[in-house]
C-alpha cells in the first residue's frame, strides 16, 4: 500500500469519524463548538495511532531489511518469496521508504530470515 493511499483513508476516516463524534457533542454543545471539539479530538487520536502504526510498520522493515542484508538477500530474491515485485521492495528500504508491503507478509519474511540466519550460524558454528 502506497503513502498516498494510506493519507487518503486516514482522511476519509477523520473525516467521517469527527462526524460521527460531533453527532455525541452536538447535545451538550452548540453546532459549531462540538464541530471543533469533535474534529480536533479526532484529528489528535488519528494521529496518534496512525503515528504509533507507522513507527511499528517501519520498525518491522529496518528488522527485515537488517536481516536480508546480513544474509545477502536482496530486493529480487525477496520479490520470488512473495507476490511483490522486486521494485516495491525496494522501496521499502529504511532510507527511502515509499511503500508498505502486507504486515503479515513482513512478519512471515522475518521469520523466515531469522530461521535462516540461525540455521547459518549453526552451520558456522560446527
Do not use: C, H
Not at 8 to 27: A, H, M, S, Y
Not at 44 to 66: E, F, G
Not at 68 to 75: H, K, T
Request: charged share 20%; glycine share 6%.
Amino acid at each position: 500500500m502506497t503513502k498516498r493511499t494510506l493519507v487518503l483513508i486516514e482522511t476519509i476516516i477523520l473525516i467521517f469519524g469527527g462526524g460521527l463524534l460531533r453527532l455525541v457533542f452536538d447535545q451538550f454543545l452548540g453546532f459549531r463548538a462540538s464541530m471543533l471539539v469533535s474534529y480536533l479530538l479526532w484529528g489528535v487520536v488519528l494521529w496518534l495511532v496512525s503515528s504509533r502504526v507507522t513507527a511499528a510498520r517501519r520498525r518491522d522493515l529496518a528488522r527485515l531489511w537488517q536481516l536480508a542484508d546480513a544474509l545477502g538477500v536482496d530486493a529480487s530474491d525477496l520479490s520470488r518469496r512473495t507476490s511483490y515485485g522486486a521494485i516495491d521492495w525496494q522501496l521499502t528500504r529504511p532510507d527511502n521508504l515509499q511503500f508498505y508491503p502486507a504486515d503479515a507478509t513482513v512478519a512471515r519474511l522475518t521469520r523466515e530470515l531469522e530461521q535462516a540466519a540461525a540455521n547459518q550460524a549453526q552451520t558456522q558454528a560446527e
